[in-house]
């Protein structure tokens, strides 16, 4: 995921100013990506302008300088559909903000897209737990410098591991809970093929 992707999502619920922009993502976004500078964001801004995916009309402003509210153009609006669209690959993390960017920007655009996301996401997770959860974790004999207490530094490693496998849970259980929701939904909007 490119951090154009973010912007172009956004782009997509309404336009935004390069400082409203800023905002939104040092407090909404801070979780998807942090520490946003917004000279990053007006540089980002300036080559989608050069690219041909948004464009701008200027906002005069009393008292203040003026200031250039960004749109969509149809290019971008096809670049941003494309990624959508684009194959899901699960990071090794499920704590990567890919996941969530596609789920927030992307899914109010494709309900296809949406559900094959939080499916495969689903089944990798599911899977990792398959393979990971009851490893052996150990590290073989230890030859351990001066002052590391080995069965600390296990016990860490079991802490670790326990609030890891808490934190899959939590997160395959909430999958769970959005796909039956979503599934849902998509029945109930389908036409009715039904009796006449």
């Known amino acids: 995921m490119k951090f154009e992707h973010v912007i172009l999502g956004l782009l997509s ?12 993502l040092e407090r909404e976004g801070r979780f998807i990506r942090s520490k946003v500078h917004l000279s990053q964001i007006y540089r980002l801004l300036s080559r989608m302008v050069d690219s041909g995916w948004v464009c701008y009309e200027v906002q005069a402003n009393d008292g203040r300088p003026d200031s250039k509210i960004y749109r969509l ?6 670049v941003l559909r494309e990624w959508v669209a684009s194959p899901y690959e699960p990071p090794s993390k499920f704590t990567d903000s890919e996941f969530l ?4 920007y992307g899914g109010p655009l ?11 996401e689903l089944e990798t997770r599911k899977a990792e737990v398959s393979l990971y959860r009851d490893r052996d974790r150990s ?30 849970d939590l997160w395959i259980n909430w999958l769970e809970r959005v796909l039956a929701e979503l599934e849902s939904e998509a029945t109930a909007t389908q036409p009715d093929s039904g009796h006449r």
């Open 110 to 120: 494709d309900r296809a897209a949406l559900l094959r996301l939080v499916r495969t």
């Open 101 to 104: 960017v596609r789920f927030h």
């Open 13 to 24: 619920w309404r336009p935004f100013s390069g400082y409203e922009l800023g905002k939104y």
């Open 139 to 168: 590290v073989g004999p230890m030859q351990p410098i001066d002052g590391v207490d080995e069965a600390l530094a296990q016990r860490l490693g079991d802490l670790i591991h326990e609030q890891g496998a808490a934190g899959m």
């Open 73 to 78: 153009t149809e290019i971008g609006e096809q």
